[in-house]
C-alpha cells in the first residue's frame, strides 16, 4: 500500500513520518512514491472501533479481523448418548391411532361448488368468518369515534 493510501486511511502522522523518513534513506527515489526496504516492512490492519487502519503484525495482517487457520476435522465429543432409530425399528404404518383425513379434505377443499375456500367446510366457516367480518367493522367504528373525539377541544369549565 502506498504512503499517500496510507495516510488517506487515516494512519497517525507521525507513523508516516518514521515511513517517509525510512524510505528517504534508502534512495529509492523520493519520500511519496519510495519503497520500504524489507527489513523495515509495515503490516496493517483495519481497526473495527477506531474504524482506522494500525499497526500490525504480520499473521495478524494476513488473517484479518481474527480469522484462524482451519480447525481439526475430528467430530466433538456427544453431549447426549442417545442412539438414532433406523426406519426399519419404527412401528408400521398402520399401528397409528386415526385415520387419514388428507385425501377426504382434498376432495372436499377441490370441489367445483363456487363457494371460496374459507367458507366450503359449512357452518363453523360461516359462524368464523361473520364473527370476524363483525370484530373488523365494530372495530373500524370504534377508531373513527375515537379520532372524531379526540380531535375536538375539551369545554373549558
Avoid at 110 to 118: N, Y
Wanted: with cysteine.
Amino acid at each position: 500500500m502506498s504512503l499517500r493510501a496510507l495516510a488517506r486511511y487515516g494512519v497517525a502522522r507521525s507513523r508516516l513520518g518514521v515511513l517517509l523518513r525510512q524510505a528517504s534513506q534508502s534512495g529509492a527515489g523520493g519520500p511519496l512514491g519510495a519503497r520500504v526496504p524489507a527489513a523495515a516492512t509495515m503490516y496493517y490492519k483495519f481497526n473495527g472501533f477506531t474504524q482506522r487502519l494500525v499497526g500490525a503484525a504480520a499473521s495478524a495482517a494476513y488473517n484479518p479481523q481474527g480469522l484462524k487457520p482451519i480447525v481439526s476435522t475430528e467430530s466433538p465429543a456427544l453431549i447426549f448418548g442417545t442412539t438414532t432409530k433406523l426406519a426399519s425399528d419404527l412401528p408400521a404404518a398402520g399401528s397409528f391411532l386415526g385415520k387419514n383425513k388428507v385425501p377426504d379434505l382434498q376432495k372436499l377443499f377441490q370441489k367445483a361448488d363456487g363457494l371460496p375456500v374459507h367458507l366450503k367446510r359449512g357452518v363453523p366457516d360461516k359462524l368464523l368468518y361473520r364473527t370476524t367480518m363483525a370484530l373488523t367493522i365494530g372495530g373500524t367504528i370504534y377508531c373513527l369515534v375515537a379520532l372524531y373525539m379526540a380531535s375536538q377541544p375539551r369545554n373549558q369549565k
